[in-house]
């Protein structure tokens, strides 16, 4: 079966602190990977994505991901935490045709 | 642009009721998706469109479930008798279908409450 598994429901982090949201994905072969960013009673917005160019991926806001084959995961970082970070993260991954997203990931962002 | 415009916004409807919400998806784009938020269950593909066409749809949870894309500018979806457990967000993405990297673009979703 193919899924996308996000480990932590809910992460705590104080302002100005490293963020780490962990994802793992279940494929046979290397999906298109993807972060995005749900702020409350928004829709989800792209944060990046993973297209088998570098393993290395910068998005917006400070965010950036790196895809490890290896241990078949896309953890989401981001060096120093805002308090406007404060969201629901979703990882999602598109084998072929077939598209699928993590539980999500809640943050919060202590002052 | 004006990115994909969801309506309505928020809805509420009693048992048994019929429900549609409606989705434009940007225009240009080839693939449009029906997603289902909840706390339970996440964020759920109901289904997905490429070119107008149903392409998966085994996500839809039953019979009473039921999309349309008419034409490549709007799409409904249709709960027809509506239940309680199908309240949630509906949220409708489309996207420019040209490679495997393609990014989905979200509408701000229907709030659905069945009383």
């Known amino acids: ?111 | 642009d004006a990115g994909v415009i969801q309506s309505p916004r928020h809805e509420v409807t009693e048992m048994g009721q019929e429900v549609t919400l409606r989705c434009k998806p940007i225009s240009g784009h080839n693939s449009l998706f029906w997603y289902r938020q909840t706390m339970m269950r996440g964020l759920e593909l109901l289904i997905y469109f490429n070119n107008n066409v149903p392409i998966d749809d085994s996500g839809m949870p039953e019979d009473r479930f039921s999309a349309k894309m008419p034409n490549a500018s709007f799409s409904t979806l249709k709960i027809q008798p509506s239940e309680p457990r199908d309240s949630a967000v509906y949220f409708c993405a489309s996207s420019l279908l040209r490679d495997r990297g393609e990014t989905q673009y979200f509408g701000p979703g229907t709030r659905l409450l069945v009383l």
């Open chain 1, 1 to 111: 079966a193919q899924s996308v598994t996000q480990l932590d429901s809910h992460v705590s982090v104080s302002e100005g602190t490293p963020v780490l949201l962990r994802c793992n994905y279940s494929s046979s072969y290397s999906p298109s990977l993807f972060w995005y960013v749900q702020h409350p009673n928004k829709g989800l917005q792209l944060l990046l994505k993973y297209t088998s160019a570098a393993t290395l991926v910068k998005g917006i806001n400070g965010f950036e991901a790196e895809f490890k084959k290896s241990e078949t995961s896309f953890h989401l970082t981001k060096p120093s935490a805002h308090m406007s970070d404060a969201a629901e993260y979703f990882c999602g991954a598109r084998p072929g045709n077939q598209f699928y997203f993590g539980t999500g990931t809640s943050l919060t962002v202590i002052p």
